[in-house]
Nanobody, 121 residues
Framework: QVQLVESGGGLVQPGGSLRLSCAASGFTFSAYAMSWYRQPPGKERELVAVITNTGTMANYADSVKGRFTISRDNAKNTVSLQMNSLKPEDTAIYYC??????????????WGQGTQVTISS
């Protein structure tokens, strides 16, 4: 079955960096777009970044543009989120998600369990 396992979360000071990784299994990884969502405390889940199946196109929430970079390694079945210049408002549970097709316009059909990211001094 489809499994998405996130890692790399933690506590970081403002201005710091973190790299989240997601190990995917149970499907043909290179055929599907992938994305990261986050849910800040007390708020709705929001899309952070999305990448096509080949990794040639990506899109970002305005709040993270220029600071976050999504990437994937189809040989290793992993998708990553490099987060730089972190702010307290980036504090959230971050979820790795699989899309229903190769394009990032496809709907999400699987979610990982999430990893906590806390930005605080």
């Amino acid at each position: 079955q489809v499994q998405l396992v996130e890692s790399g979360g933690g506590l970081v000071q403002p201005g710091g960096s973190l790299r989240l990784s997601c190990a995917a299994s149970g499907f043909t990884f290179s055929a599907y777009a992938m994305s990261w969502y986050r849910q800040p405390p007390g708020k709705e889940r929001e899309l952070v970044a999305v990448i096509t199946n080949t990794g040639t196109m990506a899109n970002y929430a305005d709040s993270v543009k220029g600071r976050f970079t999504i990437s994937r390694d189809n040989a290793k079945n992993t998708v990553s989120l490099q987060m730089n210049s972190l702010k307290p408002e980036d504090t959230a549970i971050y979820y790795c998600t699989k899309r229903g097709g190769s394009s990032y316009y496809q709907r999400v059909d699987y979610w990982g369990q999430g990893t906590q990211v806390t930005i605080s001094s």
